[in-house]
Nanobody, 126 residues
Framework: VQLQASGGGLVQAGASLRLSCEASGLTFSNYFVAWFGQAPGKERVFVAR???????YYADSVKGRFTVSRDNDKNTVYLQMNNLKPEDTAVYYC?????????????????????WGQGTLVTVSS
């Protein structure tokens, strides 16, 4: 199983980026996929989540600015990031959880997810 995150970069405040997470080696529609962000020196925190059917959930800090979507035919989940702020600067990781495994630690917990991508760096300058 491999999750390949891409799309990060250096942008100015107010700009947009679209991150992609392409999965291989699994039946993509059987997985929930989430994005987490890890700012320098801080813990990895939940950003957004897409269910297997495409329903979306967000951290309060990104509601109204970020949109998560998925294309099961392409085995890819996207994170559209609009109106970026310097505090959004982080390495963004995608993670996948098996759909049929009962929830254990909670959707926002890094320990809930079965597979992780390598991360892509987003830097927002003021």
């Amino acid at each position: 199983v491999q999750l390949q995150a891409s799309g990060g970069g250096l942008v100015q405040a107010g700009a947009s980026l679209r991150l992609s997470c392409e999965a291989s080696g699994l039946t993509f529609s059987n997985y929930f996929v989430a994005w987490f962000g890890q700012a320098p020196g801080k813990e990895r925190v939940f950003v957004a989540r897409s269910t297997w059917s495409g329903a979306a959930y967000y951290a309060d800090s990104v509601k109204g600015r970020f949109t998560v979507s998925r294309d099961n035919d392409k085995n890819t989940v996207y994170l559209q990031m609009n109106n970026l702020k310097p505090e959004d600067t982080a390495v963004y990781y995608c993670a996948a959880k098996r759909r049929f495994r009962p929830l254990n630690k909670g959707w926002d917990d890094v320990g809930e997810y079965d597979f992780w991508g390598q991360g892509t760096l987003v830097t927002v300058s003021s």
